[in-house]
């Protein structure tokens, strides 16, 4: 029987799976990972990105707009990636709710993540308030989310 209560960014957790192929951590997270008390969930790669991969933002709005077909995710080489990133809040959806987890820890500024704020589509490293992908996915399911 699983008793994770939390789903986190797996990048957190220092898994490789960041767009440009760092790993980072938060030993907070980490320790939560290897307690057992966290399952670590990448959505980019769940939906089918590579490690590395070019960065992307969201166009037209935040991860809300995105599911609701009104804004879509590019890459910085003007790629529209927007079924990947569907396809990982998806998965991340399905995840929490088959292990019936309530609360989620994210990273922020992340397309997929974010949970206050997201960068604003000019890849100008400019931030605005908006929620990734996932993080709008897990809202509306009722899911608690933090963010790191």
């Not at 980072?24 to 290897?34: A, G």
């Not at 969930?41 to 991860?63: K, N």
């Not at 992340?110 to 000019?122: F, K, L, M, N, T």
Request: net charge positive; proline share 5%.
């Amino acid at each position: 029987m699983n008793t994770a209560s939390v789903l986190v960014s797996a990048c957190l957790g220092g898994k490789l799976c960041r767009y440009d192929g760092q790993i980072i951590s938060c030993p907070r997270v980490e320790k939560l990972v290897r307690d057992g008390k966290a399952v670590p969930f990448c959505p980019e790669v769940a939906g089918g990105l590579a490690v590395p991969r070019p960065p992307a933002e969201i166009q037209g709005g935040d991860g809300k707009d995105v599911l609701q077909g009104r804004g879509w995710v590019q890459d910085i080489k003007g790629r529209d990636v927007t079924d990947a990133y569907l396809r990982g809040a998806q998965a991340g959806l399905a995840l929490v709710q088959r292990l019936g987890i309530r609360r989620a820890i994210l990273k922020e500024k992340s397309p997929a993540c974010g949970v206050h704020s997201i960068y604003d589509g000019s890849f100008k490293n400019r931030l605005r308030k908006g929620r990734g992908v996932l993080a709008a996915a897990l809202e509306a399911a009722g899911v608690e989310l933090e963010q790191i």
